[in-house]
């Protein structure tokens, strides 16, 4: 089976984490711009990695990549997601398990 694209990897992100807050119902408007931010930053990271497997030692980019990836990060420490915080509410749904 073929990796996916990150644009399309981006959109199942994008969905997954926007069921992710309608679950502890904090689907508003101002998360769902957190969301898309948190997607901008994954795509900017994949075409940072990319540009690194032909420049590995470009440290601005790495730099940059790094960057990217403390934002992701942030941004789903302000939403409250989290793996454990999604493994709980699977739990709760009855279903378990990974989504």
Not at 26 to 31: K, R, T
């Given at each position: 089976m073929a990796a996916k694209k990150p644009k399309n990897r981006a959109k199942d992100i994008k969905k997954s984490?926007?069921?992710q807050l309608k679950n502890k119902h904090?689907?508003?408007?101002?998360?769902a711009i957190q969301v898309d931010s948190y997607v901008a930053f994954?795509?900017?990271?994949?075409?940072a990695r990319e540009f690194l497997k032909e420049h590995p030692y470009d440290k601005e980019?790495?730099?940059q990549a790094i960057a990217y990836n403390k934002q992701?990060?942030?941004i789903l420490k302000q939403l409250g997601l989290s793996?454990?915080?999604v493994m709980k509410l699977k739990e709760e749904d009855?279903?378990?398990?990974?989504?």
């Open positions: 984490l926007i069921e904090a689907d508003i408007e101002a998360f994954y795509l900017l990271e994949n075409e980019i790495s730099r992701q990060l942030s793996a454990e915080t009855g279903a378990g398990g990974l989504m």
